[in-house]
């Protein structure tokens, strides 16, 4: 049996499947999302805050339906929370984005292999990238891909 890669699907991928306002990346998420059954994917509960944060009641819901029969992580754990700061003082992710940090923290505590993004500002970048595999490598973690849908 073919292991099966392990994926950390952030808040901005499910938003994008809904995205009106940017067809492009609605349509690359929606072609994402057909080949999930290749993986074993998974969301944390600061993905499920951050859904339950969604102001239009309709939009929660088809948000949550589709995130629903994904792996559920916790971010509550100190290693996550500790490794989240590291990437924050070593200015990989900035302060105010730590929830950022959060996401490649949960990916990296749990041994996945790869965070799926649409975030550009401060994940899928390499020097973000670079920075994140340096940091992991140096305290004794794995190191993880940080990609954008299209690339799957």
């Known amino acids: 049996m073919i292991r099966k890669f392990k994926l950390y699907v952030d808040t901005s991928v499910p938003n ?3 995205d009106e306002n940017n067809l492009y990346r609605r ?7 057909l080949k ?3 993986y074993q994917v998974f969301v944390s509960d600061l993905v ?3 859904i ?10 088809k948000l949550l339906n589709i995130v629903k029969n994904f792996e559920l992580l916790s971010t509550e754990s100190k290693e996550v929370r500790l490794l989240s700061e590291e990437y924050v003082l070593r200015g990989i ?9 959060v996401h490649i923290a949960v990916t990296t505590v749990n041994s996945l292999d790869i965070l799926v993004s ?3 500002e401060h994940m ?11 940091v992991n490598i140096l305290l004794g973690y794995n190191s993880i891909e940080i990609i954008e849908p299209a690339m799957l």
């Not at 339950?52 to 819901?61: F, I, M, P, S, V």
């Open 93 to 101: 992710i900035p302060v105010k984005h730590i929830e950022d940090a």
């Open 36 to 38: 999930l059954k290749e």
């Open 48 to 50: 499920i805050k951050e």
């Open 16 to 18: 994008a499947y809904f």
């Open 27 to 33: 349509e690359i998420s929606r072609q994402f999302w």
């Open 124 to 134: 899928v970048k390499l020097k973000t990238k670079r920075e994140v595999t340096a």
């Open 118 to 120: 649409w975030n550009f």
């Open 52 to 61: 339950k944060a969604t102001g239009d009641e309709n939009q929660r819901k």
